[in-house]
């Protein structure tokens, strides 16, 4: 209602994580910069953990969109309450095979070979699993072996996983000691400062065509930081029905009282 009425061409607070609308806090840059540096120094296993809401899936799209596809094939499983077979299946079709093995040890031998075939066309091959917290010790078991697949010079898949801090913990089992340890690069997405909650508002703004309204005050964004505590998900929700208040008034100022009725439709709905 309000995206006429300010004369955006989009909707600057949806929650659907697309990377054009990614603001690059320093921890987002860090840990986006931590992923190129795995993957093109093909240290194997990449980790990447933050709170839900925080950005991971919107950043891993990012991530995804500047690799070169010239260069490296990607396989992107959202899809966590799998099976060790299902897995396997999973990450042949991501790869876009077609004929798949049906038994277990066939599917791991299917893998080897597109994974040979490829590396000896000049490509490389990521593997990203979004979620991974919700993966089984069986299934992370299966992932860790095959990241045991090598040529003599090189592995033949790097391995991403993203998930919430539930998976920083089970990484800590002893039971997957053999998995942690292979965990060379490591990153964590931390909230958003008021400083940068300011400024990832502003930013989602000016993508959506903004050009001086709407504009929030200094007291409705200290308010929305305080309650978001800095989680970019809460924030795109506080600002979406913050902006519907301000429209509702016929003005251009989202104000602190905006802001506290989006906190109380929030709560409601939560």
């Given at each position: 209602?309000?995206?006429?009425?300010?004369?955006?061409?989009?909707?600057?607070?949806?929650?659907?994580?697309?990377?054009?609308?990614?603001?690059?806090?320093?921890?987002?840059?860090?840990?986006?910069?931590?992923?190129?540096?795995g993957v093109k120094e093909k240290k194997g296993f990449i980790l990447l953990i933050g709170e839900v809401g925080c950005g991971k899936t919107t950043l891993c799209r990012r991530f995804l969109n500047e690799l070169d596809p010239a260069h490296y094939d990607t396989a992107l499983?959202?899809?966590?309450?799998?099976?060790?077979?299902?897995?396997?299946?999973?990450?042949?079709?991501?790869?876009g095979e077609t004929k798949l093995a049906q038994g277990h040890h066939d599917l791991v031998a299917q893998i080897n070979r597109v994974l040979l075939h490829r590396i000896e066309q000049g490509r490389d091959i990521v593997l990203i699993i979004d979620e991974a917290q919700n993966l089984s010790?069986?299934?992370?078991?299966?992932?860790?072996?095959?990241?045991?697949?090598?040529?003599?010079?090189?592995?033949?898949?790097?391995?991403?996983?993203?998930?919430?801090?539930?998976l920083?913990?089970?990484?800590?089992e002893d039971r997957l000691r053999q998995l942690r340890q292979r965990i060379l690069v490591h990153s964590e997405l931390r909230p958003l400062t008021m400083h940068d909650t300011a400024h990832y508002v502003q930013h989602?703004?000016?993508l959506a065509g903004a050009s001086g309204r709407p504009y929030f005050t200094s007291a409705a964004m200290r308010s929305i930081h305080r309650?978001?505590?800095?989680?970019?998900?809460?924030?795109?929700?506080?600002?979406?029905?913050?902006?519907?208040?301000?429209?509702?008034?016929?003005?251009?100022?989202?104000?602190?009282?905006?802001?506290?009725?989006?906190?109380?439709?929030?709560s409601t709905l939560a």
């Amino acid at each position: 209602m309000y995206q006429s009425f300010y004369g955006l061409t989009e909707m600057p607070f949806n929650i659907t994580p697309d990377p054009k609308f990614l603001y690059l806090s320093p921890t987002h840059q860090e840990a986006l910069q931590h992923l190129k540096y795995g993957v093109k120094e093909k240290k194997g296993f990449i980790l990447l953990i933050g709170e839900v809401g925080c950005g991971k899936t919107t950043l891993c799209r990012r991530f995804l969109n500047e690799l070169d596809p010239a260069h490296y094939d990607t396989a992107l499983i959202l899809n966590t309450r799998v099976t060790e077979i299902e897995i396997l299946r999973a990450i042949l079709t991501e790869l876009g095979e077609t004929k798949l093995a049906q038994g277990h040890h066939d599917l791991v031998a299917q893998i080897n070979r597109v994974l040979l075939h490829r590396i000896e066309q000049g490509r490389d091959i990521v593997l990203i699993i979004d979620e991974a917290q919700n993966l089984s010790v069986k299934v992370l078991e299966q992932i860790r072996l095959l990241s045991n697949l090598e040529t003599d010079k090189q592995k033949l898949l790097q391995i991403v996983l993203i998930g919430q801090p539930e998976l920083k913990n089970l990484l800590a089992e002893d039971r997957l000691r053999q998995l942690r340890q292979r965990i060379l690069v490591h990153s964590e997405l931390r909230p958003l400062t008021m400083h940068d909650t300011a400024h990832y508002v502003q930013h989602r703004l000016t993508l959506a065509g903004a050009s001086g309204r709407p504009y929030f005050t200094s007291a409705a964004m200290r308010s929305i930081h305080r309650v978001s505590k800095g989680i970019p998900r809460v924030i795109n929700n506080l600002c979406d029905k913050a902006l519907l208040s301000a429209f509702v008034r016929d003005s251009d100022e989202v104000n602190y009282w905006d802001v506290r009725r989006a906190i109380k439709e929030v709560s409601t709905l939560a």
